[in-house]
Each structure stands twice: as structure tokens, then as C-alpha cells.
């Protein structure tokens, strides 16, 4: 029966140390609904979510399913009894492969007298997998084999082979482009005409208000208001979740569009080992030059290229700097040449998570903090707090370990490292993924004020609004190579664009 209430949770709290996660929420959610959550980084979703999903547990309150009782034991436990959650940071385990991860805390079903029948597993493995729609993900293949979209398919197949009753999606469909999206909307149709129920985070205004029934404003650990379809208006959306109004569009204003003839840097005839071939494309100084394309397009490894972390098959990328003519060899020297890397794949390849804000912030300054060999602490702390200031970034203390900042906030400890280190060029890739909308507007200022400053921008997005609001020129990759050059004007539409990704 639509409409009958499937889960409950009656005063939930939950801190840690200091901070105020949650603080009395109560939600109610029906069969059939598919209800949006929506607040600013640091505002308590993926904490509600993870408890009702077993990961974690409250410090005071209930929770109810089916109208009976609900406490799990654990995220496996939580499964069993029918809610999955496909979680905002990388969720898979790497050494291991495919099938296992999807099975991960669940391998009983195949095993005998104490044996694990792989074959069985790959085989339910390949089941569910193709009952997503990606049959050409392989089970046996080594997890890391996999780029980072399918590594995230992966774990929307181990949500979904327990056919849960709730489906809980923290900001999943930002780290996807389109082809992760369309799986996950599929999903969420089938669980709503099934008279299940999904729960579903989103920074993206729009795409919330076009999926879901209901939307959940949260704001500093407590439920402001849900509002139903009917009620639903971006201004309404955001005025909830930070308690202000938030007015204008957030990109640059001008159409301008000029920048410096300076060449900073370069690329000749790239070719890497996947996708892209023959790359050549000149940054130049104060320019916001954006990559686009479909996910697989190449662009994601053009950045890595420019930051030299990927081994080039033919060509180099050049820093021109002072007269000097230096190929980018390794992240090393990318650093030293005051080049900023901001990886889609944050917590893989961008921060520690076990170490403090501070230490994050500081480590790619180090050198220029350094006089001689000596670093003074209180050089350390300063850098840090500014950036801490600046950035506003949600934590009690710099001395606090990335790990438990919210995603948004980790985000914000990237682009600080490189703000910090005085870096002249930036290469950002999907630099606003997972970040919400106050921020948002706080970090594309930053990227005019950078532009305007004389630093020079690579920012690559699956985000055409993004593209198109904030970039120079617009470079189109599709299948490896350039299909499309948009120089900045006014009348430059999605449309155009898209015909050159497709
Ligand atoms: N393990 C932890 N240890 C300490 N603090 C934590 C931990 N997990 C979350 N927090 C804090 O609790 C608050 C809520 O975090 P949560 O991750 O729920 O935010 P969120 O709304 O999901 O944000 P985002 O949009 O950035 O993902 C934040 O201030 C965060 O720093
Ligand atoms: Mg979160």
C-alpha cells in the first residue's frame, strides 16, 4: 500500500566530542516516497543516514521499520532487514575483486563446510550486475582494475542484490556522469512502482526537485521542514538550508572572457594509456580554461597528465615559466613548480585522511614554510587557520582528522593545500562535486579572484552550466580527442555543447 509508513525515526541525537551532528530528528517516511535530504555541508545527512543504515549508532532516540522496533547491529545486519546505502566516499575495498565486494560481509551463501565457492559468487555476482544493466563489468576482475564510475556501480550492485525496501543514496549521482545517473534514476523509478522507498542525498537542487516527492531541509543537525512537491522552489530550498537568502546566479557576471597571451603551460601530442591521443592545448596566464565531456572522454586524464601522475605514451606536458621550459615528470615537480592538483577522487588521491586539517593544508607548503630545514609550528598554524578561515571549513579544530569532516568539508581541505601553497596554476578536477550551494558560490568567486589575480585554471566538470558559467574557453573531448571550441559569450547554450560530446 502507497502511502503507509515504512520507516521512522522519533528523537534522534548524536555528537561527536563537541560537535552536534543530530539533534532531535525526527523523520517519517512512506512506501512509494522518494524523499530528498538537502543541507549544507556539515548538516547532518550522511550522519541520519548512516544510522539508519547501521553504520553508525545514536546516542539517543528510536527507530522503527515496518512499524515494528529497529535497531541493527551493523550495516550488514541493516541490509538483512531490508535498508541499503550506497555511501558519498569511495565504498569499495581494493585487492579483492569485483564479485567479493559486492558480497563483502556476506559470503555464507556460497560457502560450504568451510569453502567459498568463487564460482557460485561470480555467478550471482554477474546476476545482479546485469540486473543493473552493466553486464560488461567482469566479477572476477581486480576492483582496481576499475575507474572510478564503475568502482561506484560496483557498490550500487551490493546495495541492490538484497532487494532492500529502503534505498539510501548519499551523493552518489555527483560523482557520476551520465551513464552511473541514468542506472541510479532506473533504480529509484523501479523501488517507487515496487512501493518501496528511497532516501536520496543531493547538493543539486534541481535534480532533488525533479526525482523526489518530498525534500528534507537539514541545517546544523536539525530537521527544519519537509516540504511536498507542490511546495518545492529552488529559492524556497536554499533560503531553508542556510536560514539566509541567497540571491543571484553564482557564476562570474562578465562575458568578457580575455586573458593573458602568456603560455604557462602546454600540452604537445599527449597520448596516455587510456583514452585520450594527441592532445595539444595551450593554458595561459589568468585564463579559466574548462575540459568537458562524457566521463570516459579522456578529460580526467588529461588533468592527471598536468600534474604528472600518469606515465605519458607519447608527448609531454611543458611548464613555461621565467623563461624556463620544464616537462612535468612526476607530482614532484608539478608541486615545485606551483601547480595544484584537485582530484575527482579525493579521498584516494588528495588528502591523508588519517591525519589532521592542518597537516593536509600544510603538506604541499612545507618548502615554503621551511627556512633551511626548520619548520616552525607556529608558521604551520597560521597557514592552516587562515585557510581554516577562509575556506570555511566545518570542524572544531585544525588539529581534527579529515576523516571525520563531512564530505563537503574535505573538499574544501583539498583546494585549501593549494590556496596555501601559493600555487599559480590550478588544475581542478570536478572541483565542486559535493559541495553545497553556499560554498559553491564562495568557491567560484575564489576562481575569479584566482583568474583575476593572474593564475591560470584547468577546470574540468561534467557540469555544463559550470562550464559554461565560469570557463574562458571551453575545450570538448570526446573518445580521447578535441571535438568542440567554445570561446566565453553570452549566447553559448548547453545545446551546442552537447553536440560535440555526443
Ligand atoms: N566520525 C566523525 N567524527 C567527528 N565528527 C564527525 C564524524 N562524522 C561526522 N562528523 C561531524 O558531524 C557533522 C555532520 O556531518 P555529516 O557528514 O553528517 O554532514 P553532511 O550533511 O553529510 O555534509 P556533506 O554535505 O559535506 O557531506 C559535521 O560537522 C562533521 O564534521
Ligand atoms: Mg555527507
Not at 555541508?41 to 539508519?52: F, L, P, R
Not at 528534507?216 to 518545492?232: A, C, F, S
Not at 585544525?398 to 601553497?421: I, R
Request: aromatic share 6%; proline share 2%.
Amino acid at each position: 500500500m502507497s502511502g503507509q509508513c515504512l520507516l521512522e525515526t522519533k528523537g534522534i541525537y548524536k555528537s561527536f566530542g563537541p560537535t552536534r551532528a543530530l539533534v532531535d530528528v525526527n523523520l517519517k517516511v512512506s512506501r512509494g516516497e522518494v524523499r530528498g535530504l538537502i543541507g549544507e555541508n556539515g548538516s547532518g545527512k550522511s550522519t541520519i543516514c548512516s544510522i539508519i543504515a547501521g553504520a553508525q549508532t545514536a546516542d539517543e532516540g528510536e527507530m522503527f521499520l515496518r512499524g515494528g522496533s529497529f535497531s541493527p547491529k551493523g550495516n550488514v545486519d541493516a541490509q538483512m532487514q531490508g535498508i541499503s546505502m550506497i555511501v558519498q566516499e569511495a565504498g569499495t575495498i581494493s585487492g579483492i575483486t569485483v564479485a567479493s565486494n559486492i558480497f563483502l560481509g556476506n559470503l555464507k551463501q556460497f560457502t560450504k563446510h568451510g569453502f567459498l565457492s568463487v564460482r557460485r559468487m561470480n555467478l550471482a555476482a554477474k546476476k545482479v550486475l546485469e540486473k543493473i544493466g552493466v553486464p560488461e563489468i567482469n566479477p572476477a576482475a581486480l576492483i582496481d582494475t576499475l575507474n572510478f564510475e564503475d568502482r561506484k556501480i560496483v557498490e550500487i550492485a551490493r546495495a541492490m542484490y538484497s532487494e532492500p525496501e529502503v534505498l539510501i543514496i548519499d551523493e552518489t549521482t555527483t560523482a557520476l556522469a551520465q551513464k552511473g545517473r541514468a542506472i541510479i534514476y532506473n533504480m529509484i523509478r523501479q523501488m517507487q512502482e515496487r512501493n518501496k522507498a528511497v532516501l536520496f542525498i543531493s547538493h543539486d537542487l534541481e535534480e532533488l526537485m525533479e526525482v523526489c516527492n518530498t525534500i528534507t531541509v537539514l541545517r546544523d543537525g536539525n530537521l527544519i521542514d519537509t516540504l511536498t512537491k507542490e511546495e518545492m522552489a529552488i529559492g524556497k530550498l536554499r533560503r531553508l538550508m542556510v536560514g539566509r537568502d541567497l540571491s543571484g546566479s553564482y557564476y562570474r557576471a562578465d562575458f568578457d572572457g580575455s586573458y593573458g597571451k602568456e603560455v604557462v603551460l602546454e600540452f604537445n601530442q599527449v597520448t596516455t594509456a587510456v583514452n585520450v591521443e594527441n592532445f595539444c592545448a595551450q593554458l595561459h596566464k589568468g585564463e579559466i580554461l574548462g575540459l568537458g565531456g562524457l566521463s570516459d572522454c579522456g578529460m580526467h586524464e588529461i588533468g592527471r597528465a598536468a600534474f604528472g601522475i600518469d606515465k605519458l605514451v607519447t608527448g609531454n606536458v611543458r611548464l613555461r615559466k621565467d623563461g624556463k621550459n620544464l616537462v612535468i615528470t612526476s607530482p614532484e615537480t608539478a608541486i615545485k613548480n606551483k601547480i595544484g592538483y584537485v582530484s575527482k577522487d579525493r579521498d584516494k588521491e588528495a588528502l591523508i585522511l588519517t591525519a589532521s586539517i592542518k597537516d593536509n593544508i600544510v603538506s604541499p607548503s612545507l618548502p615554503l614554510l621551511s627556512k633551511a630545514t626548520f619548520v616552525s609550528p607556529a608558521s604551520e598554524k597560521k597557514l592552516s587557520q587562515e585557510q581554516v578561515k577562509t575556506m570555511e571549513i566545518k570542524c572544531y579544530s585544525d588539529s581534527q582528522y579529515c576523516n571525520e569532516l563531512s564530505g563537503g568539508n574535505k573538499q574544501k581541505v583539498v583546494f585549501s593545500k593549494w590556496l596555501a601553497n601559493e600555487s599559480e596554476i590550478f588544475i581542478l578536477d570536478c572541483p565542486t562535486r559535493g559541495i553545497d550551494v553556499g560554498v559553491k558560490a564562495n568557491m567560484y568567486a575564489l576562481m575569479y579572484e584566482l583568474k583575476k589575480a593572474g593564475k591560470s585554471i584547468i577546470m574540468i566538470s561534467e557540469e555544463l552550466p559550470e562550464l559554461i558559467g565560469m570557463s574562458d574557453r571551453i575545450l570538448i573531448l570526446k573518445e580521447g580527442v578535441i571535438s568542440g571550441e567554445f570561446t566565453r559569450n553570452e549566447a553559448l547554450s548547453e545545446h551546442d555543447i552537447i553536440e560535440c560530446m555526443i
